[in-house]
């Protein structure tokens, strides 16, 4: 058998693929091996790997000639592979793996405490400042020897690598081992990965020969962790396993801003994991509230649930809830539409708890706004036990539930004595959102009021099975939508004559059969349902553009954040640009006398951006005729002798095509880090305010070839309508100005 081993190039990458292929080749001289080297998108991407996420990074290409057959087996690093494998490709069982532990590279003799040590991870940069307090941290990426070779030419007090990686190479290095108490290392760190398809029964044979079960056992109880706490580059984690006489003992470590530790002995790999990740969740996480919104209007909202929106941190909210609720959530509450409508969920039930779990780690307060009573037919309790398994703490919060308030909303009552003397309230649907099993017979005989919710495409059926076990044709049957709300619609019969009746109104809508039906007062009020809109934004705070949109439904996405990035500049520039109030902020945060530029010309791409500016008391000197960077540069005048410095993030835009025009100097003061964006299903139209927003979006949704055919997309300028293009979006609006004004007037043409 010719067996093809693929791998990366790396001089550690090949000499651990030899390694593997020099073990086969010795015990199973019958067949052929061949090492195939396979470029990777993370030996080209030399971005932090906080920016650009390191799950998959290192292996994509690898694992599809895997899947194709071009490859039968790949060697990698057990760290560089995320928990959840592809379709179709397995592990071997751990081979015994290396010195796990983590080095510090000396540059110098004496280590300076208060100099520079570069490293490419966060996890690191986080323990190594915690163990150096005046220590400066770096970034830095490339292969080991590159890694070597930047600490020379920069002059480094040290460099953090792994022990294994030194050891493999037979480096001659001065170095310092670091500690589990000083340094958790990476989990699975030192283990190799043999992933094969998992059709190829005869090779995983072959190579499972050589398991080291211990090894096999840390790395199991590692790489569980890794996956029960759904973890990704942007947040440090690590852990190391260690097996004594069948007992797993297991250091974990987790954290945002902040690290946390758990520790855990047992004897199964995935309890143990499964009880350290709960622990640390225990220590870091903030309290969740599952909380009732009531049904249609603010007036509906109990004192203990607008209290607990006011605090909030962060709000995921449903389809259902008053949206007038959200305008009392303070300024930087982050707020995330998580509605389900029939057929069309925007998040799946398990990525709506995972949601849950992610931002309790991240805030003090966090909001499961639910429109009803959570406990009814509100997957309250599921959201619950969810959050038990994990460890988060949390509390009920009661609501007004549909079934009674929408009856009482046009005097239905549920109850009156010699009339009806309680009520059921069913569901129509399952949790697979199949038809219920409902005992029709035990309700056709009952006495009481009949409350059917989450039943409209059934109601008919309901009505027949309801007839068809003895109850009298001309029981009073309602249907009642959007109870509570200025677009309710009601319809109402008898369950003989809404057999060959239309159905008149829309869903959501609850069914109320009974004598008290006909107590009702109708309420004949129109449809007149708000448009909904979804909109892209930078950062937590709400968008200023939401707020002019306030006739609309407006579900607010953050898809990036701002980090401010310390700056120094060795002179006083003629023209300082400014393309967005980041840059503005930026320049402020960090600036030790506004005084010192006095003769200084700011130039700003827009009203808003010089309506910002003023904030701090300078006026903008200059503002373009058109709001966008291409007028900015074309209409500005500057002389050949004239010192320019552009305020903006550390990417490279348009305005960058000045450095061949004068003495330009870029100053990088923000980042614009991508967030975690739960997977979408959009159905409604699009706000895009910049060209970044488009790609990060529109790469996060799971529906985006229907969206490209069907979905409408709202531009705020020529940069983002070209953004969309590229991604063949074909219902492109684009607003005449770029600016939240010019984009509110053609919204409310086209969806008026």
């Avoid at 770096?138 to 022990?163: F, H, S, W």
């Avoid at 709400?542 to 607010?556: C, G, M, P």
Wanted: aromatic share 8%; glycine share 6%.
């Amino acid at each position: 058998m010719h067996i093809k081993v693929g791998t990366r190039g790396s001089k550690l990458a090949l000499i651990q693929t030899h390694t593997v292929v020099d073990v086969l080749e010795k015990a199973y001289p019958e067949h052929q091996f061949e090492i195939v080297v396979i470029h990777t998108q993370g030996d080209s991407n030399l971005k932090p790997l906080s920016q650009i996420g390191g799950n998959g990074l290192f292996i994509n290409e690898i694992e599809q000639q895997l899947l194709d057959g071009t490859i039968q087996m790949a060697v990698h690093s057990m760290k560089d592979l995320p928990c959840q494998l592809k379709h179709g490709l397995v592990l071997s069982k751990t081979w015994k793996r290396a010195d796990n532990h983590d080095v510090l590279i000396l540059n110098h003799e004496n280590f300076n405490e208060k100099g520079v040590v570069a490293t490419g991870s966060i996890r690191r940069k986080k323990q190594i400042q915690q163990l150096y307090k005046d220590i400066e941290v770096v970034d830095i990426r490339g292969n080991v020897d590159t890694r070597l070779k930047k600490m020379k030419e920069q002059d480094l007090e040290g460099l953090i690598l792994a022990k294994a990686g030194i050891e493999r190479l037979n480096l001659d290095v001065n170095y310092k081992e670091l500690p589990y108490q000083q340094m958790i290392p990476s989990c699975c760190q030192g283990a190799l990965a043999i992933e094969l398809r998992e059709d190829n029964i005869e090779l995983l044979e072959m190579v499972n020969v050589f398991c080291d079960e211990t090894s096999d056992l840390e790395i199991q109880t590692e790489r569980a962790f890794l996956k029960e706490m759904n973890s990704s580059c942007q947040n440090p984690i690590g852990g190391y396993a260690k097996v004594e006489k069948g007992q797993i003992t297991f250091h974990g470590l987790f954290g945002l801003d902040h690290l946390y530790t758990a520790c855990c002995t047992g004897k199964d790999p995935e309890q143990v994991a499964r009880q350290v990740a709960k622990d640390i969740r225990k220590q870091m996480s903030g309290m969740v509230y599952i909380t009732g919104a009531g049904p249609g209007n603010i007036g509906n909202v109990t004192l203990k649930a607008l209290e607990v929106v006011k605090k909030a941190d962060c709000i995921l909210y449903d389809r259902l809830i008053p949206q007038e609720l959200l305008k009392y959530t303070k300024e930087n509450c982050e707020c995330i539409y998580v509605g389900k409508a029939s057929h069309n969920h925007t998040l799946k039930q398990n990525q709506i708890n995972e949601l849950m779990v992610q931002k309790a780690l991240q805030y003090n307060i966090v909001v499961r706004l639910k429109g009803g009573d959570p406990f009814v037919f509100g997957r309250g309790y599921e959201e619950v036990q969810y959050l038990r398994s994990k460890g988060i703490p949390y509390e009920i919060i009661s609501g007004l539930s549909s079934s009674i308030a929408g009856p009482g909303s046009i005097q239905i009552p549920l109850t009156h004595r010699n009339v009806s003397n309680g009520f059921h309230v069913i569901t129509a649907h399952n949790s697979k959102g199949e038809y219920m099993d409902i005992d029709f017979e035990s309700l056709s005989k009952s006495k009481e009021t009949l409350v059917f919710l989450m039943g409209l495409k059934k109601v008919k059926e309901i009505a027949r099975n309801l007839m068809r076990y003895g109850m009298d044709e001309n029981m009073p049957i309602g249907i009642l939508s959007n109870v509570c709300m200025e677009s309710n619609q009601n319809q109402f019969s008898t369950l003989k004559d809404i057999q060959n009746e239309p159905i008149s109104v829309s869903s959501p809508a609850i069914i109320i059969v009974g004598k008290c039906v006909s107590y009702h007062q109708e309420n004949s009020k129109l449809y007149s349902g708000k448009t909904e809109l979804v909109l892209p934004k930078i950062g937590k705070q709400k968008s200023r553009l939401a707020a002019l949109l306030d006739s609309y439904i407006v579900h607010e996405i953050m898809v990036s954040q701002i980090e401010m990035i310390p700056y120094k500049i060795k002179e006083i520039p003629d023209i300082i640009l400014f393309t967005s109030q980041y840059g503005i902020d930026g320049f402020f945060k960090y600036i030790e006398d506004i005084r010192k530029y006095s003769h200084t010309k700011f130039a700003v791409v827009g009203k808003k951006s010089a309506q910002h500016l003023k904030s701090y008391g300078i006026q903008a000197d200059f503002i373009p005729s058109i709001y966008n960077a291409d007028t900015l540069l074309n209409e500005l005048i500057i002389n050949s002798d004239q010192t320019v410095y552009y305020f903006s993030s550390d990417k490279k835009d348009e305005i960058d095509q000045l450095i061949d025009k004068c003495n330009y100097h870029k100053v990088s003061v923000y980042r614009n880090d991508p967030c975690l964006i739960p997977s979408m299903n959009v159905k409604y139209p699009v706000i895009f305010t910049c060209a970044n927003n488009v790609s990060l979006f529109l790469n996060s949704i799971s529906n985006l070839e229907e969206f490209k055919e069907k979905g409408v997309a709202y531009s705020i300028g020529k940069k983002t309508t070209e953004r969309l293009k590229e991604f063949g979006v074909k219902h492109i609006y684009e607003a005449k100005q770029a600016s939240y004004e010019s984009l509110k007037e053609l919204i409310c043409h086209h969806e008026n």
